[in-house]
């Protein structure tokens, strides 16, 4: 039987390209690839006897860089604000390590790992500077670049995320959701396990026939073993919690009925941050707030990034 999720993603590449972006995998090192949507007009046609395409342009635009959360892929993800962002703005989409087909065989499983890499890609890329706008598990890994990265990092986009998981966010957030584990939130095997997760994540009920719950779980939850241990190394102990000082501007976009990191903890984080950081909440919305009102969320976004770059040019 045809999978429905996977046969949608022939037209979700078309798209993707009429966009401006379109796929290319970067070897980082041996054992370790990432693959990344890049900008269209950054793609070279390969030579005459080369198959595919062996080095990109560098862009020619301001870079924004999207990172996906934990339950999908990145193009999934930034399906809406892709196109919104395309014609004044070069976009890179990756996938983190164990998703979307980016692999590695290092043992490592930590955000800063993920930063890491994510950082020699883009470098690998052509990209020197940027803005990170960060989802979920990827807002923590967008942190960690800004944290490690100032040079590279000009500015964070963050919706729905926080520093860093500490053991009593865990704690709190799995008990009044609900769930035993992160895993069981984040990595459900069935039909009621996904519909448990978009339940808490959506501020509107969702409701799709069971055989997509399926086939989106086949496609969207690869790399179960490997995506646990991401779980896993996320959590630190709360006495290893630290603010670290940040010197760029960040804007924290959040939906304002999310569940799963209340908006209570975007008032604590901002005032945490200090004077460089800025909340904007986007009403009617939850967790996935940049899918449930993306025209909202782009238009927020779009301010932000505007403004940044106004300030640069007046500088």
């Known amino acids: 039987m045809v999978n429905l999720v996977a046969a949608q993603k022939p037209l979700m590449n078309g798209l993707m390209k009429m966009a401006g972006v379109q796929p290319y995998s970067v070897e980082i090192e041996p054992g370790t690839v990432m693959n990344f949507w890049v900008p269209c007009e950054t793609v070279k046609k390969p030579g005459k006897g080369e ?123 799995l008990n009044r959701l609900g769930f035993s584990s992160s895993a069981e939130l984040l990595l459900p095997n069935s039909v009621k396990g996904l519909k448990a997760l978009l339940s808490v994540a959506a501020y509107k009920k969702l409701w799709f026939p069971d055989r997509l719950h399926k086939d989106y779980l086949e496609v969207m939850f690869t790399n179960r073993k490997e995506r646990a241990e991401l779980l896993e190394g996320l959590v630190i102990s709360n006495k290893d919690a630290t603010i670290p000082s940040f010197p760029q501007r960040i804007h924290l976009l959040w939906g304002e009925e999310d569940q799963i990191f209340k908006q209570e903890l975007a008032y604590n984080m901002k005032e945490q941050l200090g004077e460089n950081t800025t909340f904007k909440g986007i009403q009617k919305a939850g967790h996935l707030v940049h899918l449930e009102r993306p025209c909202v969320y782009n238009s927020c976004l779009k301010h932000f990034l505007a403004s940044l770059y106004a300030e640069q040019v007046n500088k």
Do not use: N
């Open 51 to 173: 198959k595919k395409v062996t080095h990109l342009e560098k862009p020619t635009k301001p870079v924004v860089v999207l990172v996906h959360g934990f339950a999908a892929e990145g193009i999934v993800t930034w399906q809406f604000q892709v196109g919104a962002l395309t014609k004044k703005y070069s976009v890179y989409v990756p996938d983190l390590l164990f998703f979307g087909g980016s692999i590695t065989d290092k043992p490592d499983r930590s955000p800063t790992f993920q930063a890491e890499y994510l950082v020699q890609g883009l470098r690998k890329l052509g990209v020197e500077k940027c803005v990170v706008v960060g989802f979920s598990y990827g807002g923590m890994v967008a942190f960690k670049m800004a944290q490690m990265y100032p040079h590279m990092v000009e500015a964070m986009v963050v919706s729905g995320s926080i520093l860093a998981m500490t053991d009593s966010i865990s704690v709190e957030t």
